[in-house]
């Protein structure tokens, strides 16, 4: 196993202030997101933000204050029908007003800025971007932006429908009103928006580096335990298995490794036990010794 690095322990305090920075880092990214590429080319990709471009472009108001004033009542109203998971978790619910706060107040601050580019696709795919990566930096420091995030759970928990079922709804009413107030084509490219945001919020919160997951069956476990252990100089955790057709108990090798060392991991197997049966397959996100620590 990998030698754990000597660590100096965080503090709580510190803790909070690292997460609620990151509530501001991330709020704010996704505001100039929204004012250099998503607003000025009209690409309404749900959400409150994308409620406030359709109603800039349909009564002039300023987006800062369309978003205020959906999020501030969004968010009253979380904490007094979602008691358990806003109220009942004080710190979740001040990084959460934090954020409904912070995340206008940067709109309103950055509005003068230069669009980045005035091509609705590169705005989409960018604008989705920097949008999924300010908000996968607030969840990451376990919060929220509020807006139709908290409409969802509400909805989820008085109907009974799943939560992304819920927030698959209230994006689709976005579009489709930006089909009907942009034009068709806008609406494809909010789709696009809205799948970029997606995929980038994956990313920043299992990351780009997946480590690989082995399950090793082998009739010479013990060789190939060591070898893992000396060579690879990775743990190893042993499984109690049985034989599908046989039904008799055998050993199941459970290996845990960076990308990097997949190729090592089977020239190791396969050196000692040729015949061995191996399964490598993704691990999204790894926690703990040795591994990247969220």
């Not at 990566?133 to 969802?152: E, K, M, P, Q, Y």
Request: overall charge neutral.
């Amino acid at each position: 196993m990998k030698r754990r690095r000597d660590q100096q322990p965080v503090s709580p305090a510190g803790r909070i202030l690292f997460e609620f920075a990151h509530v501001l880092l991330g709020s704010a990214i996704v505001a100039i997101s929204f004012n250099i590429f998503l607003l000025p080319n009209r690409i309404a990709s749900g959400g409150v933000a994308g409620i406030s471009t359709l109603v800039e472009a349909t009564f002039g108001f300023e987006p800062a204050f369309t978003q205020w004033a959906f999020n501030i009542p969004l968010f009253i109203a979380g904490v007094l029908l979602l008691g358990g998971s806003i109220a009942g978790s004080l710190m979740y619910g001040l990084k959460t007003l934090t954020g409904t706060i912070f995340l206008p107040a940067v709109v309103l601050m950055t509005r003068h800025l230069e669009p980045a580019t005035m091509d609705p696709l590169l705005a989409a795919i960018f604008g989705g971007i920097g949008v999924g990566l300010g908000l996968g930096i607030v969840f990451r420091s376990h919060s929220s932006t509020g807006g139709t995030d908290l409409a969802a759970q509400i909805v989820n928990k008085y109907t009974g429908m799943s939560l992304g079922t819920c927030v698959f709804i209230m994006d689709g009413l976005v579009v489709t009103a930006a089909a009907v107030v942009f034009g068709f084509e806008f609406a494809l490219y909010a789709l696009i928006g809205l799948f970029a945001t997606g995929k980038t919020i994956d990313i920043v919160q299992t990351g780009i580096g997946y480590s690989k997951m082995a399950i090793i069956i082998s009739d010479y476990e013990e060789e190939v335990r060591q070898g893992l252990l000396t060579q690879v100089d990775r743990g190893v955790t042993k499984l109690v298995g049985y034989g599908g057709y046989t039904n008799h108990e055998r050993p199941v090798l459970m290996c845990v490794v960076g990308r990097n060392e997949v190729t090592k991991l089977k020239q190791t197997v396969q050196t000692i036990d040729p015949q061995a049966f191996v399964i490598v397959s993704h691990a999204s996100e790894v926690l703990g010794e040795g591994f990247n620590k969220e």
